[in-house]
């Protein structure tokens, strides 16, 4: 079984167990999903906070196929 196919079997079952399985399931990971939590530094945060204002100020965004042809100019010049 693949990745997607499990973490759909999970997610399944997680979404219709009892509520003290779903309790014990969490108590086993709990550390795990603290963790994740908690790996956005302030920096970061602040980071994606003025990104994000640039982006609501200007609106210029171009698309992956733009930014890939773009690359590609780049790399062609530089050999």
Do not use: C, P, W
């Not at 196919?5 to 550390?31: M, P, S, V």
């Not at 790996?39 to 930014?67: C, H, N, P, Q, S």
Request: hydrophobic share 30%; no cysteine.
């Amino acid at each position: 079984m693949n990745t997607t196919g499990i973490r759909q079997k999970l997610h399944h079952f997680i979404d219709t167990i009892e509520d003290k399985k779903a309790a014990a399931i969490y108590t086993l990971f709990e550390e795990s999903i603290k963790h994740e939590e908690e790996d956005y530094t302030d920096e970061f945060k602040a980071e994606l906070d003025k990104r994000y204002a640039e982006y609501k100020k200007d609106g210029k965004v171009i698309t992956r196929e733009a930014m890939d042809k773009r690359i590609k100019k780049m790399l062609g010049k530089s050999k």
